[in-house]
């Protein structure tokens, strides 16, 4: 992994003589090479796996929040403030290529303090919906990252193309930019001693949403029948929330979420898109790969009986007869239930495959009903 390194210090008084460095805060330095202390930032992947991804995959920027204590016996105790995560001149950048001093760059630079604690925090892409909730002493264990009063709304951006959708998922592009939805992550807090060895300070950051895929591929009986693809869209969910981190893995720190406006994840095509067909012969065969129709972000939520659902409209071409369909999923139909909820951090996928159904026909008939009455003879009648 590429390391990614950002300058925070303190210049520290030398006392010197012409032939001597003093040693101060238990590590030997000189003015004109004063200590750094790097960062390296990636991400958990929303899958939840053992992996991990650069942080930059996914945002070129992030707010970080930063706090330092004096380690002197009769110092002030007050925490200053190094990184105002609230002030967008504390951005960190991204600079691909950028090793002076580092990949992610800001500006003025900081330097390290090796008589005082530091307490580091961040979020991403920035802070201007997710807050630190104690900027002023980062250190304190009462902290956590909450949405502004405003809480957050999801549009329904989708990843995957409209004429080509994908046979991976795309992952990268919620950025919040131009009506985007916001990929939002936040850090875990890391603790450092300005006077220990200098290394680098990892910041891991997660997904503090969830996202929802939708894949569909035809069955290896459909290979010489066009399955065309016109419409996918996920109706009734909850697209508006408020965050307040905590630390439990098993409740989200989401609450109140709600519908607000017209919100669906929609992939829509009036000419369609056909299903991809399996390729090779005998033990080479390989069925048709899936296509990605919905890759977006999902407000963590609860499922509720017969509210959210999948529709899906296709045609099913066969030699010169075409037939149009509409397949209906509940999440929950009150027997059956797709997906109790949406959790933080967790990608969910639901998988289809349009298998052939031929429609048969078999027939029986009432048997004749014997009826039997009295035997009448007519009266001869002489002529």
């Known amino acids: 992994m590429k390391k990614s390194y950002l300058i925070i210090a303190a210049a520290a008084t030398m006392l010197a003589s012409c032939w001597e460095t003093e040693k101060i805060g238990k590590d030997y330095v000189n003015d004109e090479n004063p200590s750094v202390i790097g960062f390296n930032t990636f991400s958990d992947k929303a899958t939840r796996a053992t992996e991990v991804e650069n942080l930059e995959k996914y945002h070129g920027t992030f707010n970080v929040y930063a706090t330092k204590v004096s380690n002197n016996e009769n110092a002030d105790k007050t925490p200053e403030v190094v990184f105002n995560g609230d002030d ?52 304190d264990a009462a902290g956590t990252f909450a949405t502004t009063a405003a809480g957050y709304t999801l549009n329904g951006q989708n990843l995957q193309s409209t004429d080509k959708p994908d046979t991976i998922e795309a992952k990268v592009g919620f950025t919040g930019v131009d009506g985007k939805d916001t990929d939002l992550m936040t850090s875990g807090r890391i603790s450092r001693n300005g006077a220990a060895t200098i290394e680098d300070v990892v910041l891991e950051f997660k997904h503090i949403l969830a996202k929802l895929n939708i894949a569909i591929a035809k069955d290896p009986q459909f290979d010489n029948v066009n399955v065309i693809i016109r419409k996918v869209q996920v109706v009734g969910l909850d697209n508006k929330g ?18 607000v406006g017209d919100y669906k994840l929609l992939w829509e095509n009036a000419n369609g898109v056909d299903l991809l067909k399996g390729e090779g012969e005998g033990d080479n065969y390989k069925p048709g790969k899936k296509l990605y129709f919905i890759e977006s972000l999902v407000m963590p939520q609860s499922i509720e009986e017969n509210v959210e659902k999948l529709i899906i409209d296709y045609t099913i071409v066969t030699e010169t007869r075409e037939e149009n369909y509409n397949y209906e999923l509940k999440f929950d139909d009150g027997e059956n239930m797709v997906f109790e909820n949406f959790m933080d951090h967790n990608n969910y996928t639901i998988n289809l495959t ?13 048997v004749w009903e014997d009826k039997t009455g009295e035997s009448v003879i007519p009266a001869i009648v002489n002529p």
Not at 91 to 102: R, S
Not at 242 to 259: A, L, P
Not at 355 to 366: G, Q
């Open 242 to 259: 408020f965050y307040n981190e905590g630390t439990s893995t098993i409740n989200s720190s989401w609450s109140n979420t709600e519908k």
């Open 354 to 366: 349009v298998r052939p159904n031929i429609i048969t026909f078999d027939a029986t008939a009432t």
């Open 88 to 139: 967008a001149a504390d951005i960190i950048t991204y600079v691909a290529g950028k090793m002076d001093p580092n990949n992610w760059t800001y500006s003025p630079y900081r330097y390290w303090d090796k008589q005082a604690t530091y307490a580091f925090i961040a979020v991403a892409p920035n802070s201007d919906i997710i807050k630190y909730t104690k900027a002023d002493n980062v250190a």
